[in-house]
């Protein structure tokens, strides 16, 4: 047997609604939204919201709308992605100091593979959460487990400010009497095959013949679904993660097929994400744009260019032609833009350099 692995996982408590209470320590203690433009009465849904607010049945994903019926009381607030990046580098600066392997998972969750350090897994956890919390005033909860799938679903269930250690031993008491969901990787379709399968927790999940989950899923789900339910899963930190692609999107606070309305949005949604593109240093090759009409038919386009970008007029002038390739017959509900593949801005110059090629249709194409 392998040396059993530490890995640890952080994730922010009520990551965006958090961040906006440093700035509004008067809303501490309150049902605070944070979603759209901050106004229920207008289209947009809940990034996330305060524990006090949770109470009321305010879940990430929920129209603003649905929110204002089930917590009229709360305090609204708008989405502000900038600020809460300042807050992400913060806390992920305080982790990136421990010697250890780093995986960043996005705006308010990473692992670190802590197996080399000396000291117990939850006294480092507990200087973690320290330092986080001196150095940003935010709380976060952590997980500590052999691999990072129970390290993640071990962060999650003490949450707010928590800490949970899980070793082989633990399965059986407190990763098997969980529902299946709480496994990364069960969305909600595989929740509800499983479901009908008369599998809901993930004990039962554990104790399935692999054949049978194998003529349901495929063999490789199944074989991820079965390991993952008997808390096998070695794969190592992914470090120095490139992203793969940036997008912003909005909805339109009434549905139109007003050309000049939405080519406006398009060109701040494209100056949005050049924004973003800058800050954190990428450019990319492939602009998209994405559409969806107010019967939710959802389409994409999109095009390579030359030469990565993360200028917003090129990223404005890629996505307009995108969207002149769709029918805007039916009005539209939310309009999205994305630019993709990726790479480091200062290999940009690198990228320049490729001769024989031109642009056809959405495809790079050699020239003849
Ligand atoms: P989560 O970690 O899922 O949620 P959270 O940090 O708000 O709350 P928890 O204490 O349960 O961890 O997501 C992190 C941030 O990502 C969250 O603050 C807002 C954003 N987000 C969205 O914008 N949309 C979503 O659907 C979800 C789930 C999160
Ligand atoms: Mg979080």
Same mark, same amino acid.
């Given at each position: 047997m392998?040396?059993e ?7 922010m ?5 958090? $961040?906006?209470?440093l ?5 501490k203690?309150? +049902?605070v ?7 229920p009465?207008?289209?947009g849904? @809940?990034t996330?919201?305060?524990?006090e ?6 879940r990430?994903g929920?129209p ?9 009381g709360a305090v609204?607030?708008?989405?502000d992605?900038?600020e ?8 992920k600066? $305080?982790?990136k100091s421990v +010697?250890?392997l ?7 969750e990473?692992f670190?593979d802590?197996s ?6 939850r006294? %480092?956890?507990? &200087?973690?959460?320290?330092r986080? =919390?001196?150095?940003t005033g935010?709380?976060?909860?952590i ?5 990072k ?8 269930l &003490?949450?707010p400010? /928590?800490?949970t250690?899980?070793?082989?031993g633990?399965?059986?008491a407190r ?10 990787? $069960?969305?909600p ?10 599998i809901?927790?993930?004990g039962?999940?554990a104790?399935s013949?692999r054949a049978?989950?194998?003529a349901?899923? /495929?063999?490789?789900?199944?074989a ?7 808390g096998?899963h070695?794969?190592?930190? @992914?470090?120095?993660?490139?992203p793969?692609s940036?997008?912003?999107e909005t ?6 097929n007003?050309?000049q309305? %939405?080519l406006r949005t398009?060109?701040r =949604? ?10 954190r ?7 998209g744009?994405?559409?969806?009409y107010?019967?939710?038919?959802t ?8 030469e990565?970008?993360?200028?917003p007029l090129?990223i404005r002038?890629a996505? $307009?032609?995108c969207?002149?390739r ?5 009005? @539209? ?5 994305? @630019?993709g593949?990726l790479m480091?801005?200062?290999? =940009? ?8 090629l031109?642009i ?5 194409q050699e020239?003849?």
């Amino acid at each position: 047997m392998p040396p059993e692995r530490r890995i640890l996982h952080l994730d922010m408590d009520a990551f965006f609604a958090s $961040v906006e209470l440093l700035r509004r320590p008067d809303l501490k203690g309150k +049902p605070v939204i944070v979603g759209g433009r901050g106004d229920p009465t207008r289209r947009g849904v @809940v990034t996330t919201a305060t524990y006090e607010a949770r109470a009321f049945g305010i879940r990430s994903g929920m129209p603003l709308r649905t929110a204002a019926r089930l917590c009229p009381g709360a305090v609204y607030l708008p989405t502000d992605f900038a600020e809460y990046l300042r807050w992400s580098r913060r806390f992920k600066a $305080v982790m990136k100091s421990v +010697p250890a392997l780093f995986e960043d998972r996005g705006i308010d969750e990473a692992f670190l593979d802590i197996s080399e350090l000396h000291g117990d897994g939850r006294s %480092i956890a507990r &200087d973690i959460k320290r330092r986080v =919390l001196e150095e940003t005033g935010l709380t976060c909860s952590i997980g500590v487990a052999p691999n990072k799938l129970l390290a993640k679903i071990a962060s999650e269930l &003490d949450k707010p400010d /928590g800490l949970t250690i899980i070793g082989e031993g633990d399965l059986e008491a407190r990763i098997w009497p969980l529902e299946v969901r709480r496994i990364p990787g $069960v969305g909600p379709k595989a929740n509800e095959r499983l479901a009908a399968m008369g599998i809901r927790t993930i004990g039962e999940l554990a104790a399935s013949p692999r054949a049978r989950l194998a003529a349901r899923f /495929g063999r490789a789900y199944a074989a991820f679904l079965h390991d993952a339910a008997n808390g096998r899963h070695d794969r190592p930190l @992914v470090t120095g993660r490139e992203p793969k692609s940036r997008s912003r999107e909005t909805t339109f606070q009434e549905d139109t097929n007003d050309r000049q309305a %939405i080519l406006r949005t398009l060109g701040r =949604l494209a100056r949005q994400v050049a924004e973003e593109l800058r800050d954190r240093g990428y450019a990319g090759r492939t602009i998209g744009i994405k559409l969806r009409y107010a019967d939710f038919e959802t389409l994409t386009r999109d095009r390579t260019l030359l030469e990565a970008t993360d200028d917003p007029l090129v990223i404005r002038a890629a996505a $307009v032609e995108c969207l002149a390739r769709v029918a805007l017959r039916r009005k @539209v509900r939310l309009l999205g833009v994305r @630019v993709g593949s990726l790479m480091p801005a200062g290999a =940009l110059q690198a990228s320049l350099d490729l001769p024989g090629l031109r642009i056809a249709g959405d495809e790079l194409q050699e020239t003849p």
